[in-house]
């Protein structure tokens, strides 16, 4: 079974600039989450999707990040514009019932 | 590949020793526990699970406790192996019945010497 699939892997930026994640998940799995670590620390949930719908985005900082997941598979998380504490690893997860299953993660550099 | 655990606090263990990694939660109403695996670069694996209703759970080589009393949760691993260094991280599921939500802790970072 293929796992969780996030893209890039990597990514650089200024502070002020754009940047916008992908995952797709496991296949037939309905919950999709986003993820926030920062280094030294566990992840911070900042959106979860059930299907198309926005479960929990109270951790969002929704001035600046935005998600979506239009067909109900995969999504997009997006930050504008992005700033120096935004520098973390994105994860994402799916899950059908009970365990979550993480991708590889999204390593974003602002300087 | 970069570390996820440059500032966590570090168990230390010989390659064969058995290794006991804590977590204190915060939640009393919280009813479901999982331990998390996460090399650098990776993200966290699932390794144990535990119920509320439950003080403990074995698996293959690891076993989990759970102390709801002091909210206190463990993870024995026996036998630890180089393949076993990792950072470590507890999460708890705050909401019952509802839609799997977890809050993970700080981490710990597990080094296995030869």
């Known amino acids: 079974e293929a796992g969780v699939a996030q893209s890039p892997r990597y990514k650089i930026i200024e502070k002020r600039q754009s940047v916008a994640f992908w995952c797709n998940p496991i296949?037939?799995?309905?919950?999709l989450y986003w993820y926030q670590q920062i280094l030294g620390q566990g992840p911070k949930l900042l959106i979860q999707?059930?299907?198309?719908?926005?479960?929990?985005d109270s951790q969002l900082p929704k001035d600046r990040f935005s998600a979506e997941r239009l067909k109900g598979v995969d999504s997009t998380l997006k930050i504008q514009p992005a700033k120096l504490e935004d520098s973390a690893v994105y994860l994402c997860?799916?899950?059908?019932?009970?365990?979550?299953?993480f991708g590889p993660g999204t390593r974003l550099t602002v300087t | 590949g970069e570390s996820v655990g440059l500032h966590l606090p570090t168990l230390s263990v010989q390659e064969g020793d058995n290794s006991i990694i804590n977590c204190a939660y915060s939640?009393?109403?919280?009813?479901?526990f999982i331990w998390y695996k996460q090399e650098s670069g990776k993200g966290p694996q699932f390794i144990i699970d535990?119920?509320?209703?439950?003080d403990k759970r074995q698996g293959q080589r690891v076993t989990v406790l759970l102390n709801k009393t002091v909210k206190h949760l463990s993870l024995q691993i026996a036998a630890t192996q180089p393949g076993d260094s990792a950072v470590y991280f507890c999460?708890?599921?705050?909401?019952?019945?509802?839609?799997?939500?977890?809050?993970f802790g700080a981490g710990t970072r597990l080094a296995v010497h030869p």
């Open positions: 997860a799916s899950s059908w019932i009970g365990e979550q299953y």
């Open positions: 296949s037939g799995h309905a919950t």
């Open positions: 999707f059930q299907n198309n719908g926005v479960v929990d």
């Open positions: 939640n009393s109403a919280s009813d479901y």
């Open positions: 535990i119920r509320s209703n439950m």
């Open positions: 999460a708890e599921n705050p909401s019952s019945g509802g839609y799997n939500k977890l809050i």
